[in-house]
């Protein structure tokens, strides 16, 4: 299949924005190279230095060429993001690449409680194809801004469940972290929580 110059371009941006290689303890996706999990890697079958196994060896070897490949293929055309109205491809490719299915999910809940019947299973079929599109056609200049909003509130609940999680939705100097601004990225800044806002809601952490 063609892919499009933007879609490529949206697919470097996400490689650039998660980085080199990273084995965090606290992160449940594991070693993880230009956002490419050793998870993805063993369902792929990526053994790269041919030693018979995946394993962190493998994530360390993977080029930002690869990473690329696999997020437009994997993460992009092969759930269907394609379909969605292309104000959304950038950011649910881009939380599709971070949190799975979930990425999806978080789309399906949004235009459903804006009442477009849609199932949250994670996969864009008919259905959520159909929903997205006539939620579209009702807010097409704000749609991706919720979705964004609500991208935000996924990172902010996840903090709150689970305070390993917590320096991925704020600095250890205590301003918005890395979760907090991927998601900003993707909204008008006139949605953006000010500091004290931002502070306002992760009081609780404290």
């Keep these: 299949m063609l892919i ?6 949206i697919a470097e941006e996400i490689v650039q924005r998660e980085g080199g290689y990273v084995n965090d303890p606290d992160d449940p996706g594991g070693a993880t190279n230009h956002g490419v999990t050793i998870h993805t890697m063993r369902r792929l079958g990526l053994d790269l230095n041919e030693d018979g196994r995946v394993n962190n060896a493998d994530v360390r070897q993977l080029s930002r060429a690869q990473a690329i490949d ?3 293929a994997h993460y992009f055309e092969k759930p269907k993001i394609s379909q969605l109205p292309e104000a959304l491809h950038a950011s649910v490719f881009d939380m599709n690449v971070n949190a799975g299915s979930n990425g999806v999910k978080i789309l399906q809940r949004l235009v459903s409680k804006m009442g ?3 199932r949250a299973d994670g996969a864009i079929g008919p259905m959520t194809i159909a929903a997205v599109a006539r939620a579209f056609d009702v807010a097409p200049h704000h749609l991706a801004d919720a979705y964004a909003i609500e991208r935000r509130n996924y990172y902010f609940r996840l903090a709150d469940k689970r305070a ?3 320096k991925y939705a704020r600095t250890r100097a ?3 972290g890395g979760w907090i601004r991927r998601a900003e990225a993707f909204m008008s800044k006139k949605y953006h929580l000010t500091s004290k806002q931002f502070q306002q809601r992760i009081a609780q952490w404290a």
């Design 70 to 72: 696999i997020f437009i």
């Design 174 to 176: 205590g301003g918005k």
């Design 4 to 9: 499009s110059e933007d879609v490529r371009a």
């Design 164 to 166: 390993a999680s917590r």
């Design 116 to 118: 477009f019947e849609c």
